[in-house]
């Protein structure tokens, strides 16, 4: 089984910054894309940040700048640093990754539960 724990949500100022950390977990023998997702009350999901294993970065057209996508591969762990934070960026943020298990042939997309990011004064 295969597992993604994220950690790093909370209620900031708007203009203020946090750090999402995500790591994979259980019978993982490669990881190939990496990113977040996050999907506000009433809203569809959508692309935050994405990376591949060779560090290739995409971003939704919203961030402009302001968030920046990290990996470690070793560690499975991938992070989402966010600054300048607006209310607008209020919402459940997902961690995924595409993962091929050991013994299998298929790879899978996982997801974590989500965390809570609030942007509010």
């Known amino acids: 089984q295969v597992q993604l724990v994220e950690s790093g949500g909370g209620l900031v100022q708007p203009g203020g910054s946090l750090r999402l950390s995500c790591v994979a977990s259980g019978n993982i023998f490669s990881i190939r894309n990496m990113g977040w997702h996050r999907q506000a009350p009433g809203q569809q999901r959508e692309l935050v940040a994405g990376?591949?294993?060779?560090?290739?970065?995409t971003y939704g057209d919203f961030v402009k700048g302001r968030f920046t996508i990290s990996r470690d591969n070793a560690k499975r762990t991938v992070n989402l640093e966010m600054n300048s934070l607006k209310p607008e960026d209020t919402a459940v943020y997902y961690c995924?990754?595409?993962?091929?298990?050991?013994?299998?042939?298929?790879?899978?997309?996982?997801w974590g539960q989500g965390t809570q990011v609030t942007v509010s004064s």
């Open positions: 995924h990754a595409l993962i091929l298990s050991a013994g299998s042939i298929q790879w899978n997309n996982y």
């Open positions: 990376t591949t294993a060779g560090g290739t970065t």
